[in-house]
C-alpha cells in the first residue's frame, strides 16, 4: 500500500482534532471566565530508506489563550472578576486544588461558598469557606470576605484564595476543564491579587475566528481525502499495468 495513505490520514486525523477543539471554544463561547484551548501541530519527516520526502502530522503541546475576556458589569454581588493574570482557587471533584477564572458564586444549602459549577471554593489556607445563613456577602478588592447580618456589625468570613502563575509555575487544563499546576501541587496564595466585584470576565473566545478555523480544518480534511482517493487511483493503475501480459 502506498505510504501516501498513512501521511494523508494523519493529516485527516490532525484536522479533525483541530475541528474538535474549536467547536468546543465555539460552544463556550458565553461561558464566563473560559480561556481558548490552543491546537498545536508539528511536522515530522518520516525516516527510513531513501529521502525523507513522506511528513507526519503529529499533535504537539496544547495550551490555551490567556488573554483575559471583556468585562461585564452586573451589579451582583456575588460576581466578581480577577484582575490581571489572577486566578481563584477551588476545590475539584477529585478533592484536588484547582483554579477558575469564572467568578460567579453562589452559597449552598449549607452555608458553603461554591462556583457556578457547585464546587467549593477556598480560601488563602485552602479549606473551603462557609458563611453563615441568610447573610448578605461583599468581596473587597483583597478578596476579603464581609458578612452582614441583621442586628449585627460586619464581620470577616475569610478571604478567597487567588494565584497567579508564572512562567516557572504555569497552569495547564485538565480532562474537568478545570486548570491546575503543571506538577499538581497547588500553588501559594498570591497576597498582591485584586479582584472587582459585581463584574464578570467574558470568555475570551473569538467565535469569528473560531468559525473561520472550522472551516478551514474542514478544507484541510477534505484535501487529505483527495489525497487518500490519489493513493487508491495509483494503487488500482499500477495493478492494471501489472496485471497485464
Same mark, same amino acid.
Given at each position: 500500500?502506498?505510504?501516501?495513505?498513512?501521511?494523508?490520514?494523519?493529516?485527516?486525523?490532525?484536522?479533525?482534532?483541530?475541528?474538535?477543539?474549536?467547536?468546543?471554544?465555539?460552544?463556550?463561547?458565553?461561558?464566563?471566565?473560559?480561556? +481558548?484551548?490552543?491546537?498545536?501541530?508539528? +511536522?515530522?519527516?518520516?525516516?527510513?530508506?531513501?529521502?525523507?520526502?513522506?511528513?507526519? +502530522?503529529?499533535?504537539? $503541546?496544547?495550551?490555551? %489563550?490567556?488573554?483575559?475576556?471583556?468585562?461585564?458589569?452586573?451589579?451582583? *454581588?456575588?460576581?466578581?472578576?480577577?484582575?490581571?493574570? +489572577?486566578?481563584?482557587?477551588?476545590?475539584?471533584?477529585?478533592? $484536588?486544588?484547582?483554579?477558575?477564572?469564572?467568578?460567579?458564586?453562589? /452559597?449552598?444549602?449549607?452555608?458553603?461558598?461554591?462556583?457556578?459549577?457547585?464546587?467549593?471554593? %477556598?480560601?488563602?489556607?485552602?479549606?473551603?469557606?462557609?458563611?453563615?445563613?441568610?447573610?448578605? /456577602?461583599?468581596?473587597?478588592?483583597?478578596?476579603? /470576605?464581609?458578612?452582614?447580618?441583621?442586628?449585627?456589625?460586619?464581620?470577616?468570613?475569610?478571604? %478567597?484564595?487567588?494565584?497567579?502563575? $508564572?512562567?516557572?509555575?504555569?497552569?495547564?487544563?485538565?480532562?474537568?476543564?478545570?486548570?491546575?499546576?503543571?506538577?499538581?501541587?497547588?500553588?501559594?496564595?498570591?497576597? $498582591?491579587?485584586?479582584?472587582?466585584?459585581?463584574?464578570?470576565?467574558?470568555?475570551?473566545?473569538?467565535?469569528?475566528?473560531?468559525?473561520?478555523?472550522?472551516?478551514?480544518?474542514?478544507?484541510?480534511?477534505?484535501?487529505?481525502?483527495?489525497?487518500?482517493?490519489?493513493?487508491?487511483? *495509483?494503487?488500482?493503475?499500477?495493478?492494471?499495468?501489472?496485471? /497485464?501480459?
Amino acid at each position: 500500500m502506498d505510504r501516501l495513505i498513512y501521511t494523508s490520514m494523519s493529516g485527516a486525523d490532525a484536522a479533525l482534532n483541530r475541528q474538535s477543539v474549536l467547536a468546543a471554544n465555539l460552544a463556550n463561547a458565553s461561558t464566563p471566565g473560559f480561556r +481558548a484551548e490552543l491546537s498545536t501541530y508539528r +511536522a515530522v519527516p518520516v525516516r527510513g530508506e531513501g529521502s525523507p520526502t513522506r511528513v507526519y +502530522a503529529l499533535e504537539a $503541546t496544547a495550551g490555551y %489563550l490567556d488573554t483575559p475576556g471583556s468585562a461585564q458589569r452586573t451589579s451582583r *454581588n456575588l460576581d466578581v472578576m480577577a484582575q490581571g493574570n +489572577a486566578w481563584f482557587a477551588l476545590q475539584g471533584l477529585d478533592g $484536588t486544588e484547582a483554579y477558575t477564572r469564572a467568578g460567579s458564586f453562589n /452559597i449552598s444549602a449549607d452555608g458553603t461558598l461554591i462556583s457556578s459549577q457547585g464546587l467549593p471554593m %477556598l480560601d488563602d489556607g485552602g479549606a473551603p469557606i462557609n458563611v453563615p445563613a441568610g447573610s448578605e /456577602i461583599n468581596f473587597g478588592a483583597d478578596g476579603v /470576605i464581609s458578612v452582614n447580618q441583621p442586628g449585627r456589625p460586619p464581620a470577616a468570613a475569610g478571604k %478567597l484564595k487567588m494565584v497567579t502563575p $508564572t512562567a516557572e509555575q504555569p497552569l495547564q487544563r485538565s480532562a474537568d476543564g478545570l486548570f491546575r499546576s503543571r506538577d499538581g501541587e497547588p500553588l501559594p496564595a498570591d497576597p $498582591t491579587a485584586k479582584l472587582s466585584s459585581g463584574v464578570l470576565e467574558s470568555s475570551n473566545v473569538n467565535p469569528v475566528e473560531a468559525m473561520v478555523g472550522m472551516m478551514n480544518a474542514a478544507r484541510q480534511f477534505e484535501v487529505q481525502m483527495r489525497l487518500s482517493q490519489t493513493a487508491e487511483a *495509483n494503487d488500482k493503475s499500477a495493478a492494471q499495468l501489472l496485471g /497485464i501480459q
